[in-house]
């Protein structure tokens, strides 16, 4: 009977523990699952199922984006009923209840509906990919729904102890991103000589309108797309709906948490929640997320509260034992927010980026503040002839008003065709 157990999806395995009471089940590999089960005489198909695992059928409006969706009961395939192995982002609502986000992070009609007693059972949080079969909708359904979990973040579910975002140390960033590659624009290499990029950082652009914010942006996502092991979320709040378009067609290869202008402010807000929970299940799970926002300033808007704004900017962090979160994440000028923002993630950033309205509308190309770009903890992330070269350049630049210093810096890298070969030089 425990070979005949061993066959069952560890799903079943779990519902059948839990009606006959077997402690620390989750706990336990397949072999002495079955084994405890067999037992207690749970092996047979006529087993009882746990009560709190039975969803009653019906149709229920949710303050979801999905409008009304149905409860569906799990139970067995229905004969010749087909289904389609999928893999999505999990987005839990309110209810309990949850969808497979197919589409990026955001709700679309084909996303997989996902029950509370699988949710509740698999013990599956916010942001975890999901893979499974989704049976088609039933008479009266208008979603697919996920048959059983196959896999949770690439794993069986409940192979063991999962580790926990908010439990794991932080440590200091120390694997550097390079952005000054083959090909590499003059921004992106002026960053990397005035801002280097780590993972695990909390980088802050301080910008304004008309500052070449989308440039930036938009360049960084592009060269980090590319970066080897790294998995990229873009999380905009409050864009315009021609705008997404753009973002999407630029830079295919990222995750896109998109909430345009014509949301709600709650549902801006949920989205960015999702975005940051799904970089937290990656990270945990020894992935290298980054999250790239903009902008903290129409999210504490969008919240009416500073609190979700603290929370974003604050999860980047290097983990030890696992992976990193990398927060990048622009504050505006003149926002509605009053500013409010920027002050509550002022000093708590450990890399720096200004960006000049007044330098670009001269025309002066990087348009970065060089005395107000800096780094954290840089000795761990260049080599000794690279940081004695770099505080060269700066104290150069430090010379200079703002418009010359980043005038001269363009010069510089236009000149020269790496970093390297600019700092030797200099």
């Not at 969803?55 to 229905?78: K, M, N």
């Not at 670009?360 to 260049?382: F, I, K, Q, W, Y």
Request: proline share 6%.
């Amino acid at each position: 009977m425990a070979e005949d157990l061993k066959s069952l999806h560890i799903a079943d395995l779990h519902a059948r523990a839990a009606g006959l009471g077997i402690e620390g089940y989750r706990k336990l590999g397949r072999d002495e699952l079955a084994r405890e089960i067999s037992e207690r005489g749970g092996g047979t198909p006529g087993a009882e199922p746990d009560p709190d695992e039975v969803v009653v059928e019906g149709t229920l409006v949710t303050s979801d984006a999905d409008q009304a969706v149905e409860v569906d009961a799990e139970g067995p395939l229905e004969p010749d009923e087909a289904t389609e192995e999928v893999v999505g982002s999990l987005d839990i609502l309110p209810q309990r209840y949850g969808f497979l986000r197919l589409r990026g992070l955001e709700a679309d009609p084909g996303d997989v509906y996902v029950s509370a007693s699988q949710i509740r059972r698999c013990e599956l949080r916010p942001g975890d990919e999901v893979a499974g079969p989704a049976r088609e909708p039933r008479r009266g359904e208008r979603h697919r729904a996920l048959v059983h979990v196959d896999r949770v973040n690439g794993r069986e579910p409940q192979a063991g102890e999962r580790p926990d975002f908010d439990e794991l140390s932080a440590i200091a960033p120390e694997q550097r991103v390079r952005f000054d590659g083959e090909g590499a624009t003059v921004l992106a290499r002026a960053i990397d000589l005035l801002s280097p990029l780590a993972l695990g950082q909390r980088v802050l652009v301080r910008a304004a309108p008309r500052s070449g914010r989308t440039t930036l942006l938009r360049g960084m996502a592009t060269a980090l797309a590319q970066a080897p092991e790294v998995s990229l979320i873009v999380l905009l709040v409050d864009e315009r709906p021609e705008e997404a378009t753009v973002w999407r067609e630029a830079v295919p290869e990222a995750q896109f948490a998109i909430a345009t202008a014509d949301m709600a402010p709650g549902d801006q807000l949920r989205l960015a929640e999702m975005a940051l929970k799904r970089a937290q299940r990656q990270a945990e799970t020894g992935g290298n997320a980054i999250l790239l926002v903009d902008s903290l300033s129409r999210l504490d808007y969008a919240a009416g509260d500073i609190a979700p704004v603290k929370s974003l900017f604050g999860s980047g962090r290097n983990l030890a034992g696992a992976g990193s979160l990398t927060v990048i994440a622009t504050t505006l000028a003149d926002a509605a927010d009053g500013g409010a923002a920027e002050r509550a993630v002022a000093t708590t950033e450990n890399a720096l980026i200004t960006l000049d309205p007044e330098l670009a509308a001269a025309g002066v190309h990087p348009a970065l503040v060089p005395g107000e770009c800096r780094v954290s903890n840089e000795e761990t992330l260049r080599d000794p002839d690279e940081l004695e070269g770099v505080r060269r350049l700066r104290s150069v630049l430090a010379e200079l008003t703002p418009q010359e210093a980043a005038r001269k810096l363009g010069e510089l890298i236009e000149g020269t065709p790496t970093n390297a070969d600019l700092l030797r030089s200099h």
